[in-house]
C-alpha cells in the first residue's frame, strides 16, 4: 500500500543506485590506468666471464668495440694454466 501512494520513490531509488554503481566502475576502470607503474627499458646486457671465473653481466655502452685485441694462444694457454 505504501508503494502506490508514492509511486516515484522506488524509481528514483534505482536510479542513484544505478547511477553511484556506474561512476564506482568507472572509477575503478580510471585507477586501473592511473596507477600504472612506468614499464623499465630494457638493458642492453651482455653476460661475461671476469678473469677470476666469476660470471658478470656488462652494460654494452661500456664495451670499447674500437679497440679490441685478439688473445694469441699462448696468451690463452698461460691464462688457463694459472687458474
Known amino acids: 500500500m505504501t508503494n502506490q501512494s508514492q509511486p516515484g520513490k522506488g524509481s528514483s531509488s ?27 627499458q630494457k638493458k642492453n646486457t651482455v653476460k661475461m666471464l671476469s678473469q677470476d671465473g ?11 668495440c674500437g679497440a679490441r685485441k685478439k688473445v694469441t694462444d699462448e696468451e690463452l694457454k698461460n691464462w688457463v694454466t694459472k687458474k
Open 54 to 64: 666469476t660470471l658478470v653481466e656488462v652494460d654494452v655502452s661500456q664495451i670499447n
Open 14 to 40: 534505482r536510479k542513484k543506485f544505478l547511477f553511484w554503481g556506474a561512476g564506482l566502475l568507472g572509477s575503478l576502470g580510471l585507477l586501473k590506468y592511473i596507477n600504472r607503474k612506468p614499464v623499465e
